[in-house]
């Protein structure tokens, strides 16, 4: 009996070692679902792509953690499964002690190990189905039209202290269908008689394998653990990067591991998921905290294109609106008999939506009857002629009042926010433009909101701001504000462009990543320029969620040769543009008065859209960089989707003013493509290609001067 006992653990850690490893997830999808299974003290939560596992002992403890496509072993010591600070004391969640070799962790080693006197114990779980967190509403066309699906367990936990009876902790696991993917919250409940103060929730703990052997250097010299992706729905910093953006990753060394290489102990092999600055946060009788929500994607290789891949799909996934893709123009208005005019040009041009610029006469912020009416009025114009109606609305970089502008806590004084002086979203101010905003969307029925700010990064130090109690806690109040909001819009099929990371709270587009400037160079420049950021900007996000920008009147200064305007006598110029965006399947912000100003102008827009809208899938589908643009040699990319018919779709394009012929190796892997190739050049007959041992095909290319070419491909 002893031995299957032991033999069951040891399976348990194992998984399917001794079995074949799981199809490639990116792309088959598994067969396996999401599952939690109780053995005796163990529970499990596993897809056939990662498995997490718990074990009860004195208390609850994380003792297995894997990935299951390559075997890799990320967990080598216990730790608290959270670690919270109330009423300015400390008091760990979970977890058990007693580990002494902390490089790794042996099977039987979890029966040994006892709870400490003050932690929260673990006093029950419940699993249920995995709900939704925005319960997503769209009007556009999208290329995913399904929640992510999967297993929750909940564990509860209470104190053993008295004056901590009534304070119920939660710790949330969902396991997703599909990939080796697991998120990760906490919430707080207060049910006592009395306010408890939050100084900090630390959500995730983990004592992971370190990255490399250094026997010196700081903590900073060193590689962090890259078989585990993180990100949390609390990220700003205006970079269009996730990395950059986030504020709640934190590698730590462990001294209490003396048995690592590293001479003094500061190998950053503890991950900690927190928020830096939002301590001091007041929870009243019977109200809730819900901290961020980590995602956790297990990596099994260091190659960036393939971590690329990981990383949108995951966004696919779990944030399914950012596959929405309307294609609008952004225009730049001073009457409404503009804005008609422009939902009509989108009916004759095929364009779906209209967003009224900045610089155009919309007034979000005015509730009066009479501009609700108007508004109200246009919207429901473009709606007869199916055509989606949105608008622009500055919320940061500007100033309303000393009253309700953030106060900066060096000087007692509005100002130091990141655009220097920005209204406090907890301001009288800020809470009213919070409901301007809904009301004006609930009374109009505008259909796209395109939100420039807040970056909540700015704290305030006011302590008469209705929305929040001082400067401990403005960042994370005005933070939920924000989000709120967002999941509001999202909610009612509000389309939402925004310039910051707030994709897993509801948002569904953000700039690709660009100097505004740029616009102003020559129209050769900008060509070449745009597909260097659309190559840099999608590989760790989607082209779904990228807008790119195309000025055809002045922008940023410039002179006649940045702009399409008149675009009669710029066509190739302005058909280049549309095809590399479109081609990459980015919505660029087509930011004039008009679309066309000539029936040739009209037929050459109304063309490109129909040859967008007619591979509008594979489009739409994931990147391949081929060949990053630099002006000397032919740049492109791939789209590759397995689950299609046209299973990829190459773009091409020659920088130079000469005719270009290449033989060009096309990556068909991620295209699932294992045999033969059947290739099409710009829509004409298909004709078979082998596919090599790499899973590459040759193609024989010639590329016009200044010119591109396209291929669909198709296969087995």
């Known amino acids: 009996m002893k031995f299957v006992k032991y033999f069951s653990i040891f399976c348990l850690f194992v998984g399917n070692s001794f079995g074949q490893s799981p199809a490639d997830w990116l792309i088959q999808a598994p067969s396996q679902q999401a599952n939690i299974s109780i053995q005796g003290k163990y529970i499990t939560l596993t897809n056939g792509l990662s498995r997490r596992s718990f074990y009860q002992g004195e208390n609850l403890a994380c003792i297995d953690y894997q990935n299951l496509s390559n075997g890799q072993q990320l967990l080598r010591a216990v730790h608290p499964e959270a670690r919270i600070t109330l009423n300015g004391k400390s008091y760990q969640v ?12 042996k099977k039987g080693w979890e029966e040994t190990l006892q709870a400490g006197k003050e932690d929260f114990r673990f006093v029950r779980y419940h699993i249920q ?11 556009t066309w999208a290329m995913n039209h399904q929640q992510a699906t999967g297993k929750q367990i909940d564990f509860e936990y209470a104190s053993p202290l008295p004056e901590l009876k009534n304070i119920l902790v939660t710790v949330h696991y969902q396991i997703l269908d599909g990939m080796p993917l697991i998120i990760k919250w906490l919430s707080i409940e207060n049910k006592s008689a009395g306010s408890i103060q939050i100084d900090r929730v630390v959500h995730e703990i983990l004592g992971l394998v370190e990255e490399e052997s250094a026997v010196v250097g700081k903590p900073e010299e060193m590689k962090k653990q890259h078989g ?23 590698w730590k060394t462990e001294p209490a591991y003396t048995s690592q290489v590293n001479y003094n102990y500061e190998t950053p092999c503890l991950l ?48 399914p609106w950012t596959t929405q893709n309307p294609i609008f123009m952004h225009l730049v208005s001073k009457r409404d008999e503009e804005v008609k005019q422009a939902i009509d040009q989108c009916v004759a041009t095929g364009y779906e939506a209209v967003i009224l610029s900045f610089g155009s006469h919309l007034q979000m912020e005015d509730s009066s009857a009479a501009n609700i009416q108007k508004w109200k009025a246009l919207a429901d114009y473009a709606h007869a002629k199916n055509i989606l109606l ?20 060096k000087t007692g004084k509005p100002g130091g926010a990141f655009f220097g002086n920005a209204p406090c979203f907890g301001s009288v101010w800020g809470l009213a433009y919070r409901d301007k905003i809904k009301y004006f969307y609930a009374r109009t029925g505008f259909d796209i909101w395109e939100n420039d700010g807040p970056y909540p990064g700015d704290v305030c130090a006011s302590e008469v701001h209705p929305g929040h109690r001082n400067l401990a806690d403005s960042q994370w109040r005005q933070m939920e504000i924000q989000k709120e909001l967002y999941r509001w819009l999202n909610e009612r099929g509000v389309y939402i462009n925004a310039p910051d990371w707030y ?13 505004e400037v740029n616009f102003s160079l020559s129209r050769e420049q900008q060509r070449i320029l745009n597909r260097q950021n659309i190559h840099d900007g999608t590989i760790e996000k989607t082209a779904s969620m990228s807008w790119g920008f195309v000025p055809l009147t002045k922008y940023q200064g410039g002179g006649p040769e940045a702009v399409l305007e008149p675009l009669k006598d710029h066509l190739e110029d302005y058909r280049q543009l549309m095809m590399q965006y479109y081609g990459a399947g980015v919505q660029a912000c087509y930011r004039g008065p008009r679309l066309y100003d000539s029936e040739e102008t009209r037929l050459m827009v109304k063309s490109t859209l129909d040859w967008y809208k007619k591979y509008r899938e594979i489009l739409n589908s994931d990147m391949i960089q081929l060949r990053r643009a630099d002006g000397r040699d032919w740049d492109g990319f791939l789209h590759v989707n397995p689950a299609l018919a046209e299973k990829g779709f190459a773009m091409l394009y020659n920088p130079t003013n000469e005719v270009m012929v290449r033989r060009i190796s096309l990556p068909l ?11 099409s050049f710009q829509g004409g007959s298909f004709t078979s290609l082998p596919v090599n041992t790499q899973k590459e095909i ?8 200044n010119g591109h070419v396209w291929y669909v491909i198709r296969g087995n």
Do not use: C
């Not at 979970?94 to 962790?105: D, I, L, P, T, V």
């Open 94 to 105: 979970g977890g058990m002690e007693g580990q002494k070799e902390r490089a790794y962790f």
């Open 129 to 139: 189905d995995m709900k939704p967190f925005i319960a997503w509403t769209r009007k």
């Open 228 to 250: 585990i992706y993180v990100e949390t729905n609390y990220a700003f910093n205006n970079a269009m990067r996730y990395d950059i953006s986030d504020q709640t990753t934190h």
């Open 272 to 319: 900690e998921v927190y928020p830096e600055k939002a301590p001091g946060i007041s929870l009243k009788m019977g109200e809730s905290f819900h901290s961020p929500r980590t995602h956790e994607l297990l990596m099994d290789s260091y190659d960036r294109q393939r971590r690329g891949l990981m990383i949108r799909k995951m966004y696919q996934k779990i944030a």
């Open 390 to 409: 949105g608008g622009y609305s500055l919320f940061s970089s500007r100033r309303i009042s000393n009253a309700d502008d953030v106060i900066d806590p």
């Open 503 to 515: 994709f897993l709270d509801g948002t569904h587009k953000i700039g690709i990543g660009y100097r």
């Open 669 to 679: 892997y991620y295209a699932g493509i294992k045999r033969t190739a059947q290739v």
């Open 698 to 705: 040759q193609i024989d290319v010639r590329m016009p001067a």
